[in-house]
Nanobody, 120 residues
Framework: QVQLVESGGGLVRPGGSLRLSCAAS????????MGWYRQAPGKQRELVAT???????TYANSVKGRFTISRDHVQSPVYLQMNDLKPEDTAVYYC??????????????WGPGTQVTVSS
């Protein structure tokens, strides 16, 4: 079974930066989508960014130009570089993995989350 663990969250002032990491144990199918989601108290979980095994990246409009999702190769950790952070970015950030083949194709794996707080 794939297990995901996020790290890198913390308290940062507005305008600051953080880099989140998502490490996966177990093998993820070669064709996959890795993503970052976030959830603030009282709100639904929302997509922040995704990167496919082909290298295609997508971003929520609210983070375009500020956040960058990346990975060195398919089985490497996935990163979310967050720049120019705003109070509205405060949330628990979750790593997501979705295999696009194999027996668990389409199944979503989630990490336990890491807290990001942007405040003066």
């Amino acid at each position: 079974q794939v297990q995901l663990v996020e790290s890198g969250g913390g308290l940062v002032r507005p305008g600051g930066s953080l880099r989140l990491s998502c490490a996966a144990s177990g093998r993820i199918f070669a064709r996959n989508v890795m993503g970052w989601y976030r959830q603030a108290p009282g709100k639904q979980r929302e997509l922040v960014a995704t990167v496919t095994s082909d290298g295609d990246r997508t971003y929520a409009n609210s983070v375009k130009g500020r956040f960058t999702i990346s990975r060195d190769h398919v089985q490497s950790p996935v990163y979310l570089q967050m720049n120019d952070l705003k109070p509205e970015d405060t949330a628990v950030y979750y790593c997501n993995a979705r295999p696009l083949g194999g027996a668990l194709s389409g199944h979503d794996y989630w990490g336990p989350g890491t807290q990001v707080t942007v405040s003066s």
